[in-house]
């Protein structure tokens, strides 16, 4: 693996889309849902609950030879009559799954969507924050978030209306849901507070940025001490 190649974070979540992975060389990836592109370098696999001692964490990769467009039904041919079996999805042709020499873990439970990374992050990497790449800014903020100990978490899920935050802090009384740049706050989540932090802010008060969101974290309770 270079440290240029792209790399697609994706999620297992059967033992037997693993095996699929492992023994004939595809993983299927739904077109409603995909991300921009499906043409990278690289593919790590993120191991959901069901994965038991390997759950939350990605322990394999796999080299991307090629993808195509087709439908479930000839993907998954055992189940013709499936409700799904006319949608349509990439199938992405990968070589053999390779180990990584340690896992990379969820530092808690999240879920996780598509997310592009690097050969030098995941090279690096000790938990799935650390495979966000972001802009300088946001890498700022992270750094300063990490120096304060206000555990966040990069690139999370706010729901199905809301789409994802750059970051967010799980707190006792609700989640806060750090934006970065000129973007709009997104469509209200039952459980959620927004902040939006334009880029410039945060090149030219950074501590005083930090400073809101620990204010708006003690007024949610403080961060939270476990589960999600």
Request: proline share 6%; aromatic share 8%; glycine share 6%.
């Amino acid at each position: 693996m270079n440290p240029t190649d792209l790399i697609l974070v994706a999620v297992i979540n059967s033992k037997r889309d693993l095996e699929i992975a492992r023994v004939l060389g595809w993983y299927r990836i739904p077109l409603a849902t995909a991300p921009k592109t499906v043409a990278v370098d690289y593919l790590a696999f993120y191991q959901t609950a069901r994965f038991g001692d390997e759950k939350w964490a990605i322990n394999f990769i796999a080299a991307v030879r090629g993808h195509e467009l087709t439908t479930r039904a000839a993907l998954l041919r055992t189940e013709p009559n499936h409700p799904r079996s006319d949608d349509k999805y990439y199938k992405i042709q990968i070589g053999p799954l390779e180990r990584l020499p340690r896992p990379i873990p969820s530092r808690r439970w999240r879920r996780i969507t598509f997310l592009y990374s690097t050969g030098e992050l995941l090279q690096k990497a000790e938990e799935i924050n650390d495979l966000v790449v972001q802009s300088p800014e946001r890498e700022r903020l992270w750094a300063a978030l990490r120096e304060r100990q206000i555990a966040a978490e990069r690139q999370y899920a706010a729901g199905k209306q809301a789409g994802e935050v750059d970051f967010a802090v799980l707190c006792e009384l609700g989640r806060l849901g750090i934006i970065c740049g000129d973007s709009p706050k997104p469509l209200k989540e039952r459980g959620w507070r927004y902040l939006v932090v334009p880029d410039e802010r945060l090149r030219g008060d950074l501590d005083a940025c930090i400073s809101e969101i620990e204010e708006m974290v003690a007024r949610l309770g403080g961060i939270r001490q476990s589960g999600a």
